[in-house]
T-cell receptor
Framework: DSGVTQTPKHLITATGQRVTLRCSPR?????VYWYQQSLDQGLQFLIQ???????AKGNILERFSAQQFPDLHSELNLSSLELGDSALYFC??????????????FGSGTRLTVV | QKEVEQDPGPLSVPEGAIVSLNCTYS??????FMWYRQYSRKGPELLMY????GNKEDGRFTAQVDKSSKYISLFIRDSQPSDSATYLC???????????FGKGTTLSVSS
């Protein structure tokens, strides 16, 4: 157990629907990162939150949004889902001090299948 | 040119072989270099971390950075079937706000 908890583990939904993925970071970590992993694109950075505030955006679609709550858990919302959104979605957390100093701890991911 | 490039493989070796995994990167300002290992259906886990140039050894694993060539390598000695996984190189982006990952090299070690 890495200490980063992601729920649900699997999600199957239809095109056009909206889903919410949840992540609880490791105790003491203030930063949460969301990544999408697909076979052709690899691990793609979506967005980072630090202590409740958005810090950095990567290749996140406008249909996707995220937030981090006061208890530091984070949610990634995916709407108007398309077949191409099927992927593994990972959450990672890191302690204060920057990713260069400590790297990330990843959760076990949510496998999203859009049918 | 992509910021981090990695040969996806797959790479198949017999048990006991020496494995070399490689990545190239484009930005000479990068200072921190990491290798993650990802088992099937699991999240990536940090395997090795190096700063600047040179080698770092941890058991059967050695991480090497050549900043003049913008080339990073991971060597696995005496490879074991339990080393079968996908290995991803990772570098912090220029702003230091996130890690950029290579696409990963899938390694299979047969007994």
């Amino acid at each position: 157990d890495s200490g980063v908890t992601q729920t649900p583990k699997h999600l199957i939904t239809a095109t056009g629907q909206r889903v919410t993925l949840r992540c609880s970071p490791r105790s003491g970590d203030l930063s949460v990162y969301w990544y999408q992993q697909s076979l052709d694109q690899g691990l793609q950075f979506l967005i980072q939150y630090y202590n409740g505030e958005e810090r950095a955006k990567g290749n996140i679609l406008e249909r996707f949004s995220a937030q981090q709550f006061p208890d530091l858990h984070s949610e990634l919302n995916l709407s108007s889902l398309e077949l191409g959104d099927s992927a593994l979605y990972f959450c990672a957390s890191s302690p204060p001090g920057g990713v260069g100093n400590y790297g990330y701890t990843f959760g076990s991911g949510t496998r999203l299948t859009v049918v | 040119q992509k910021e981090v490039e990695q040969d996806p493989g797959p790479l198949s070796v017999p048990e006991g072989a020496i494995v070399s995994l490689n990545c190239t990167y484009s930005n000479s300002a990068f200072q921190y270099f990491m290798w993650y290992r990802q088992y099937s259906r699991k999240g990536p886990e940090l395997l090795m971390y190096t700063y600047s140039s040179g080698n770092k050894e941890d058991g059967r694993f050695t991480a090497q950075v050549d900043k003049s060539s913008k080339y990073i390598s991971l060597f696995i000695r005496d490879s074991q079937p339990s080393d079968s996984a996908t290995y991803l190189c990772a570098i912090p982006n220029q702003a230091g706000t996130a890690l950029i990952f290579g696409k990963g090299t899938t390694l299979s070690v047969s007994s």
